[in-house]
């Protein structure tokens, strides 16, 4: 079945570094991908729309200057936090659409990655 | 007033019985539900998904929606430890051209030994 693998899947970094999370399409491509954003004990919230080729589209009250999002080719998204700070940690998860059956927009997720900033 | 209505909980139950996880949304637009389990630290991983009304049934799960109710199910029938996650839906217009799903909060269930 279609894959997306993500890594790191754990990073910890100081306060006002700058850190990448990568999402990989293993064995379709994507020429879109989500990220989306998880507090603990809450739900998915989306952050961005990654699209092959073009800029990202980013939704209300997210910074795209903080989270810099690069879709460079049809198997690979990337998120860099940007001079992370401790407000900044969480659980980062992306997500590509696999399936268009009559327009099912059918999500499969990456393992995501918690990123602890101290 | 959120789009998506679910209960957090959690909820525990015991080995053997059978689990209902339900949300209610507002949009009448909806036409795509799904469900996804979500193990602690992981991806949300894709269990079910139905178009508009009616039951889809695969192995030990059901989902069902009742659109004129505006109200979904899923059914675990013989619940396992394994089954212990949270599970969030999740549902979208038909055809929407944003790919966007709106999502629950999810319910975490608890199957105890």
């Known amino acids: 079945g279609a894959v997306v693998s993500q890594h790191p899947s754990r990073v910890i970094c100081k306060s006002g570094t700058s850190v990448k999370i990568e999402c990989r399409s293993l064995d379709f491509q994507a020429t879109t991908m989500f990220w989306y954003r998880q507090f603990p004990k809450q739900s998915l919230m989306l952050m961005a729309t990654?699209?092959?080729?073009?800029?990202?589209?980013?939704e209300q009250g997210v910074e795209k200057d903080k989270f810099l999002i690069n879709h460079a080719s049809l198997t690979l998204s990337t998120l860099t936090v940007t001079s992370a700070h401790p407000e900044d940690s969480s659980f980062y998860i992306c997500s590509a659409r696999i399936a268009s059956h009559s327009g099912a927009n059918v999500l499969t997720f990456g393992a995501g990655s918690r990123l602890t900033v101290l | 007033q959120k789009e998506v209505e679910q209960d957090p909980g959690p909820l525990s139950v015991p080995e053997g019985a059978i689990v209902s996880l339900n949300c209610t949304y507002s949009?009448?637009?909806?036409?795509?539900f799904m469900w996804y389990r979500q193990y602690s630290r992981k991806g949300p991983e894709l269990l079910m998904y139905t178009y508009s009304s009616g039951n889809k049934e695969d192995g030990r799960f059901t989902a069902q929606v009742d659109k004129s109710s505006k109200y979904i199910s899923l059914f675990i029938r013989d619940s396992q430890p394994s089954d212990s996650a949270t599970y969030l839906c999740a549902m979208s217009p038909f055809m929407d051209s944003n790919y966007q799903l709106i999502w629950g909060a999810g319910t975490k269930l608890i199957i105890k030994p």
């Open positions: 949009n009448s637009a909806f036409q795509y």
């Open positions: 990654s699209n092959e080729g073009s800029k990202a589209t980013y």
